[in-house]
């Protein structure tokens, strides 16, 4: 099993910046990608960023250049970095681990990102 506690929610307004944080424990061993995903109200949730052991990312079209994904291995955590931040950015923030040896995905319990006009 693996445990994760996500941080650094919160309220901004637009063109400001937050940072996100999700640390890992447990069965960390065998986690080959860890990423954020987000939903919004009335909407599916989708993949923001992912980062793989290599160092590989993946970020969703509307986020490029703005937001950064980073890994902090040692510490089995992972951040993102979120700036110029939009109205349109609103959404719970999930983090999320994909485990190459159990095979199965873990999930947090969600951050609530808030940006204002």
């Known amino acids: 099993q693996v445990q994760l506690v996500e941080s650094g929610g919160g309220l901004v307004q637009a063109g400001g910046s937050l940072r996100l944080s999700c640390a890992a424990s447990g069965s960390v061993f065998g986690i080959n990608a860890m990423g954020w995903y987000r939903q919004a109200p009335g909407k599916q949730r989708e993949l923001v960023a992912r980062?793989?052991?290599?160092?590989?990312?993946n970020y969703a079209d509307s986020v490029k250049g703005r937001f950064t994904i980073s890994r902090d291995n040692a510490k089995s955590t992972v951040f993102l970095q979120m700036n110029s931040l939009k109205p349109e950015d609103t959404a719970v923030y999930y983090c999320?681990?994909?485990?190459?040896?159990?095979?199965?995905?873990?999930w947090g319990q969600g951050t609530q990102v808030t940006v204002s006009s």
């Open positions: 999320n681990v994909r485990h190459g040896i159990l095979k199965r995905d873990y």
């Open positions: 980062i793989f052991n290599g160092g590989e990312t």
